[in-house]
């Protein structure tokens, strides 16, 4: 389809420039925050209301998905979610372009994933136009707390993402990445199969 036919939601969608206010997308977001507002204020413990309405928040969920409240995105509907999936505590998704994460994945608190961009120039930026690039995070990712994902960004499998790391540019699988920008320091071996934490062997069979 030619671009020129594509109404602004769907540019958004293509990461293509867009206006935010135009083709429903203000509407999409005030409905996304009611929601957002009621899963924010359920009374703790009450695990199946939070599941349906999470459920009605992302675009996809497997099973076991769980994000601790509060919790914040921009659309809702172009996040994906695999299962066994844990966010804690303040994770904000910016979902302009599609995010999607695997199984197993844990999110530390105050987790930020943004799609979204704005241009460098100041009188193109004041135009109104931004844009947006997808996030994929594969299967049995860690990420530390306070990380940042920026646009564009692919995290391979297994991955760990050092708190408060910025990941600006794409991560292999099978490393531990920190700092800011974020850059691989090691591979995650078999050998790190049997220790709970650095230098520290577990005492226990069942891992």
Known sequence: MNSENLNHKERMIAGLPYKAWLSGLEEDRVAVKKL???????????????????????????????????????????IEVGDTFYANYNLVILDVCKVRI?????????????????????????SGYEYGEP?????????????CIMPGVTIGDNAVIGAGSVVTHDIPANVVAVGNPCRPIREITEADRDFYARGKRFDVDDY
């Not at 009450?46 to 349906?52: G, L, S």
């Not at 999110?107 to 120039?121: Q, S």
């Open 36 to 78: 957002i507002y009621r899963y924010n204020q359920i009374m703790p413990g009450e695990w199946d209301d939070m599941d349906a309405l999470l459920r009605r928040i992302l675009g996809k969920a497997g099973k076991d998905a769980y994000i601790e409240p509060p919790f914040h995105c921009d659309y809702g509907y172009n």
């Open 102 to 126: 695997g199984d197993n994945a844990m999110l530390g608190p105050n987790v930020a994933i943004y799609t979204a961009g704005h241009p460098i120039h100041p009188k193109t930026r004041n």
């Open 135 to 147: 996030v994929t995070i594969g299967n049995n990712v860690w990420i530390g707390g306070n990380a």
